[in-house]
């Protein structure tokens, strides 16, 4: 055999030495080994796939001889032999072999259910062969666009968090990848086809990517290069009839034909460049495919439902036992898989139809605008994100089912035993789905609180039934008089827009005693006590809060109350433009219910109001806040700094610098028509660009004025003294942001990172 070449490879400031490069990539698998594989296939009784997907898996393979050998029954075994892995109420089998990296797609992950996601994931079907499980699941896009903004999706993030690119730029991928073969599918009736998705190592494979991008290119460019040579750019060709798998594994091929070519030039060259180690390391990884499936005698599940949750159990004992995924996506994981099981069981308790469409509003299947039609017997409830929230906790807590779930939830995480706060917290990250992205700010005091017991209260786990309405108001009269179902309903409605916009947080003794403008709190208690307490029948002032808070709550942004700070330059930070967004203190005396200051200025609610009016007896008078003028009328300068910015522009007069105010929505951004159709994350990507770019343009622009300070003379400044100024405060207000950005990564990494940063530690997303 040819001698490997030994490469030196510049990559992140470094050199790396890389000695292990074969002179010739991995042959692609030809139309008769393709044949070969599928054939064996077949012959397996054990192998129940549909041919389009054992076409998919045979595509992929760099060993096509050796897969075949894997999946032919012997004499001793039907199932031939192939890897066996008993997992809950199911034996998996599964192939392991090494495909090409441009063949394997990333599928939805686990984690992704509590995350921020601006590109939902697919519906996630299961399907069955003859009416038994089958290995494969089925996903289900809007369209095209939206199977290439999740690919994006899916590999940008995961590199944004952890990446392995100089581990595997050094000796390529180590560990197998877990995948199976998909059918993607499409609501727009855009033809289907199959596909390899990976379900464990999408690190490894973003990673891969970005070797294959070459070091100077970010998450961003990685991700667009994994999309593009996984669907190429063919929309605009496809034709009625056209055979939309075929054009796209086709598409993948001419694409390997190019690298293919680039790395030959390289390699037969009298000095190969480092392109010949990025594209040799990340050609192809080595993968388990799982292939068949045989149910388990007395299992819960439907045939439909098994394999998925047979590839969530695998994952579990990896991430949850082992190397774990964080709080939040373990608590996703634990509470939909639990009642994905209640519903199999078929309880005569409760309507399985009911269930699996509590279960779709949970998981995100089934939109907000539907709660008309899933809850409208009687009385339509609106179709608000908030009374999502109300309809989910009322079906979930239900107490024959809450201790059904409970039981399902403590047999999946492997305790043995789980209180209120411990379904609380299983119930924050599904709870605050629809609001996630928007709220980002305070979703980590969000989920404490629903760790502290959120609004499972006693009565709210006992029997009652939501009341629709359009005005929580009119529930407080009723709550007064002892109907349950209103104070449950304004405890669960306002008590969920408490904690979504931090103004209920699980309380620490260091907020005792400190101003309520400061985050103060009057006394120590748990969250859902507080609720509790509010929601008291003889509670006027807590049912009147939360009525006034449920009313005001918003999906879409975050109240003023919840105290986020702007930065040095003076931009909100939630970055909205609409109406301003305030929650009031509750006054029983006047009219409209709205404390005011002697000067009749609404004042605002803070978190030491909301735990007083729990239990106004206990509550002592709040800590006057530090001297404040009084509230004057608003200002040309107060509204500027609410809507934008100062810089100093060139008068086109006297051709002085002036300070000229600029909104915040006439700032340039590098956004076309195109780019806005494009989701937040692909657009920042963009903006990072042009950041680097005009950053970059200012250090030039400097270095050319001071080149020039010499041949000025002494009867004009070089720059005068008012634009610099005014360019010192914008580079104030940029370092700023910059360093709370690199604060707040550095911290996410410390969290996250491999102590060895290697691929071969167990991989931190998938």
């Excluded at 697919?122 to 003859?130: A, E, K, M, R, S």
């Excluded at 993607?184 to 855009?190: A, G, K, L």
């Excluded at 239900?398 to 403590?410: E, H, R």
């Excluded at 699980?506 to 509010?534: M, Q, T, W, Y």
């Amino acid at each position: 055999m040819p001698t490997p070449l030994s490469l030196e490879v510049p990559w992140g400031g470094e050199t790396i030495q890389v000695s292990n490069i074969g002179r010739q990539l991995p042959q692609e698998p030809t139309a008769e080994q393709v044949s070969l594989v599928t054939e064996a296939a077949r012959s397996n009784p054990g192998v129940r796939l549909p041919d389009a997907a054992l076409a998919a898996i045979a595509r992929t393979t760099t060993r096509p001889d050796a897969l075949a050998v894997q999946l032919r029954p012997t004499t001793e075994d039907p199932s031939g032999v192939l890897l066996v892995e008993n997992v809950e109420g199911a034996t998996l089998h599964s192939a392991v072999t090494r495909v090409l990296t441009s063949e394997l797609f990333p599928g939805p992950q686990p984690r992704t259910g509590m995350e921020v996601m601006e590109v939902p994931d697919p519906q996630v079907h299961g399907l069955t062969h003859d009416g038994r499980p089958s290995a494969i699941v089925q996903y289900r896009y809007k369209d095209l666009t939206h199977l290439r903004n999740h690919v994006w999706q899916t590999i940008h993030a995961t590199l944004s968090i952890n990446s392995y690119a100089t581990s595997i730029l050094t000796r390529s991928v180590t560990r197998n990848l877990i995948a199976h073969p998909v059918e993607i599918t499409f609501e727009d009736d855009t033809e289907s086809f199959h596909v390899l998705a990976v379900r464990d190592g999408i690190t490894r494979l973003a990673s891969a990517w970005a070797v294959l991008a070459g070091p100077g290119a970010d998450a961003g460019e990685a991700a667009a290069l994994a999309r593009d040579a996984l669907l190429g750019d063919i929309s605009g060709s496809l034709s009625s009839g056209s055979d939309l798998g075929r054009q796209l594994s086709e598409a993948r091929e001419n694409w390997r034909g190019e690298l293919r070519k680039e790395f030959d030039e390289e390699a037969g060259s009298l000095a190969p460049g480092p392109r010949t180690a990025q594209i040799f390391q990340s050609y192809v990884v080595p993968a388990q495919i799982a292939v068949g499936i045989d149910g388990h005698a007395g299992r819960l599940l439907s045939p439909e439902d098994l394999f998925d949750d047979a590839i969530r159990s695998v994952l579990a004992s990896i991430h949850v036992e082992f190397k774990q995924w964080d709080a939040a996506a373990q608590n996703v994981e634990v509470i939909t898989r639990a009642l994905k099981r209640v519903i199999q069981t078929g309880d005569p308790r409760w309507s399985t139809a009911q269930l699996q469409d509590v279960y779709g509003l949970a998981v995100g299947r089934i939109g907000v605008d539907t709660l008309p039609e899933l809850f409208g017997a009687d009385t339509a409830p609106p179709a608000t994100a908030l009374w999502r929230a109300v309809y989910l906790v009322s079906a979930l807590t239900q107490p024959d089912l809450l201790d059904v779930l409970k039981d399902q939830a403590k047999a999946i995480k492997g305790g043995q035993r789980m209180s209120v706060k411990g379904f609380g917290e299983l119930l924050g990250p599904v709870i605050d789905l629809p609001w996630r992205s928007q709220k980002k700010l305070v979703t980590k005091q969000a989920r404490n609180a629903w760790n502290n017991g959120g609004v499972l209260t006693s009565a709210v786990t006992d029997e009652w039934t939501p009341q629709p309405t359009t005005d929580f108001t009119t529930l407080v009269e009723p709550a007064m008089r002892g109907d349950v179902d209103a104070r449950c309903t304004l405890a669960v409605a306002g008590g969920v827009a408490l904690i979504a916009d931090k103004l209920l947080t699980r309380n620490v003794g260091s907020s005792l005693g400190v101003a309520k403008e400061k985050g103060g709190v009057p006394f120590r208690s748990d969250v859902h006590r507080v609720i509790e307490g509010l929601s008291r029948q003889d509670n006027e002032l807590g049912l009147w809060t939360l009525a006034t808070v449920a009313n005001t709550f918003r999906s879409d942004d975050l109240p003023q109350n919840s105290v986020t700070k702007r930065s040095l330059i003076g931009k909100e930070t939630t970055g909205s433009t609409s109406t301003p967004y305030i929650y009031f203190r509750v006054d029983l005396e006047a009219e409209d219910k709205i404390a005011r200051t002697r000067e009749g200025v609404p004042e605002m609610l803070y978190e030491w109001d909301v735990v007083a009016a729990s239990d106004p007896g206990r509550a002592p008078k709040p800590a006057l806040p530090f001297d404040t003028p009084p509230a004057g009328p608003e200002t040309a300068s107060d509204r500027e700094e609410d809507t934008g910015i100062r810089v100093s522009a060139p008068d086109s007069e006297s051709g002085t610098y002036e300070d000229a105010f600029l909104p915040y929505e006439e700032v340039p951004a590098p956004r076309t028509e195109e780019s806005a159709l494009l989701p937040p994350s692909q657009r920042a990507a963009e903006h990072r660009k042009h950041l680097r770019l005009h950053v970059q343009a200012a250090r030039d622009s400097l270095d050319h004025l001071l080149y020039l300070e010499p041949e000025i003379g002494a009867h004009t400044p070089l720059v005068p003294l008012a634009l610099l100024d005014d360019l010192h405060k914008l580079l104030l207000g940029m370092q700023t942001d910059m360093e709370n950005l690199r604060r707040k990564i550095t911290d996410d990494q410390h969290q996250d990172d491999d102590p060895e940063g290697s691929e071969d530690s167990e991989d931190l997303l998938s």
